[in-house]
């Protein structure tokens, strides 16, 4: 029972250049979550997704879109990165009655 | 516009001490609250939580307590160990949001030997 994962671990992208964040839960949780992690700003919530097939946006979704792929699955694409979104990336997953889980993290370093 | 409050970003204690973090919150519709814990380079832990109807809730070395006329909430930790050492972060949610988290900066706890 892994939990949480997330690939990479970590990356460099240049501006413009485009990636996605893998997210990956093994809880057969309903709900995950894409956060950002940035110095004095807290965890801010970029997109959740409530259930499969379903996805809404969080306090900033400027510039990401996701897409959950299946039940365990939750990705998030930077069409083209920017410096702003340099940060530390955190995925998380919810079942009923349950806290949010949350997976090691990506750190997205955009020169 | 802030929802949820830790005002202090740093917190330092000796070991075997009592170690208080607060929280606070302006939302009145909020119903459960969370602390999480998170070690560098690992995501957040969740660590104890309160319902809205409870004014304190126990587990181990931490205790929460709730006030809500105050709408105010605190962590303690009792007694303090250097492996608590952490960044706490406190979270509250409330019905009909599809039950997303408000998040608080964060407090630095460094427990001291």
């Known amino acids: 029972n892994a939990g949480v994962t997330q690939t990479p671990k970590f990356q460099v992208l240049k501006t413009g250049q485009s990636m996605t964040l893998q997210c990956a839960q093994d809880m057969n949780h309903n709900s995950m979550y894409w956060y950002r992690q940035d110095p004095g700003m807290g965890l801010r919530l970029i997109y959740y997704?409530?259930?499969?097939?379903?996805?809404d946006k969080g306090e900033v979704p400027n510039g990401y879109n996701v897409s959950r792929l299946n039940k365990r699955e939750f990705s998030l694409r930077l069409e083209s990165a920017a410096p702003s979104q340099t940060s530390v990336y955190f995925c998380?997953?919810?079942?009923?009655?349950?806290?949010?889980?949350f997976g090691p993290g990506t750190r997205l370093l955009v020169l | 516009d802030q929802q949820v409050k830790q005002n202090s970003p740093s917190l330092s204690v000796q070991e075997g001490r009592i170690s208080i973090l607060n929280c606070d919150y302006t939302n009145s519709m909020f119903d459960y609250f969370l602390w999480y814990k998170k070690y560098p380079a690992e995501g957040p832990t969740f660590l104890i939580s309160i319902s809205s109807i409870k004014d304190k809730n126990e587990d181990g070395r931490f205790t929460v307590f709730l006030n809500k006329s105050a709408k105010h909430l605190s962590l303690h930790i009792v007694p303090s160990q250097p492996g608590d050492s952490a960044v706490y972060f406190c979270a509250a949610e409330r019905a009909g949001n599809n039950r997303k988290l408000i998040w608080g900066l964060g407090t630095s706890l460094a427990v001291n030997p």
């Open positions: 997704s409530a259930s499969e097939g379903t996805t």
């Open positions: 998380a997953s919810k079942g009923i009655q349950e806290t949010q889980y």
